[in-house]
């Protein structure tokens, strides 16, 4: 499915979901953030752009996400990232440069994937964070060959006992 129109995501208070899942799915028109939003599904090419409006950030969950073509805007707002499998089959793949957000968050669980020298702002911290699973899982940030500069490396301290690797790699 190929969706040509701009997306305006108006949640809930608290914020909410934008569901997806199947084959590829291809989102070519501009997506607007009012409220933070959590994707959740597989398979979705983003083309069209992230825009956030009033700093809100988005949580991309599910396997195979690509980012290509217009950079994604959040102003301050998050980046977070968790993938299926932890591994470079269901990596999300960021293939687009000139980005803007405030952090980026690679959940344990996720693997993120450049597609081309710093995909992701140099002045945006890069933490490895907890996904509350009661089993530990990975996160993986796949530099591709490429070189990224971020404004600082954290990790956050996981539940007890589920304590998982984080990997910079390639």
Same mark, same amino acid.
């Given at each position: 499915?190929?969706?040509?129109?701009?997306? %305006?995501?108006?949640?809930?208070?608290?914020? &909410?979901?934008?569901? &997806?899942?199947?084959?590829?799915?291809?989102?070519?028109?501009?997506?607007?953030?009012?409220?933070?939003?959590?994707?959740?599904?597989?398979?979705?090419?983003?083309?069209?752009?992230?825009?956030?409006?009033?700093?809100?950030?988005?949580?991309?969950?599910?396997?195979?996400?690509?980012?290509?073509?217009?950079?994604?805007?959040?102003?301050?707002?998050?980046?977070?990232?968790?993938?299926?499998?932890?591994?470079?089959?269901?990596?999300?793949?960021?293939?687009?440069?000139?980005?803007?957000?405030?952090?980026?968050?690679?959940?344990?669980?996720?693997?993120?994937?450049? &597609?081309?020298?710093?995909?992701?702002?140099?002045?945006?911290?890069?933490?490895?964070?907890?996904?509350?699973?009661?089993?530990?899982?990975?996160?993986?940030?796949?530099?591709?060959?490429?070189?990224? %500069?971020?404004?600082?490396?954290?990790?956050?301290?996981?539940?007890?006992?589920?304590?998982?690797?984080?990997?910079?790699?390639?």
């Amino acid at each position: 499915v190929t969706i040509d129109e701009a997306i %305006t995501y108006d949640a809930y208070a608290g914020g &909410g979901a934008i569901p &997806g899942a199947g084959a590829s799915n291809t989102l070519t028109g501009t997506v607007t953030l009012n409220e933070s939003c959590d994707v959740r599904g597989n398979n979705i090419r983003w083309s069209g752009g992230i825009v956030s409006t009033a700093n809100k950030g988005i949580s991309i969950n599910g396997s195979k996400h690509t980012i290509n073509t217009t950079p994604v805007d959040l102003g301050t707002g998050g980046f977070n990232v968790t993938s299926a499998g932890n591994n470079p089959a269901n990596a999300t793949m960021l293939n687009v440069g000139s980005n803007t957000w405030g952090s980026t968050i690679l959940n344990w669980g996720g693997y993120l994937t450049l &597609g081309l020298d710093d995909a992701l702002p140099a002045t945006a911290p890069l933490t490895f964070a907890h996904d509350y699973h009661t089993v530990a899982r990975s996160g993986t940030l796949d530099l591709n060959g490429h070189s990224q %500069t971020v404004a600082s490396l954290a990790t956050t301290a996981s539940a007890v006992g589920k304590d998982g690797t984080r990997r910079i790699t390639g």
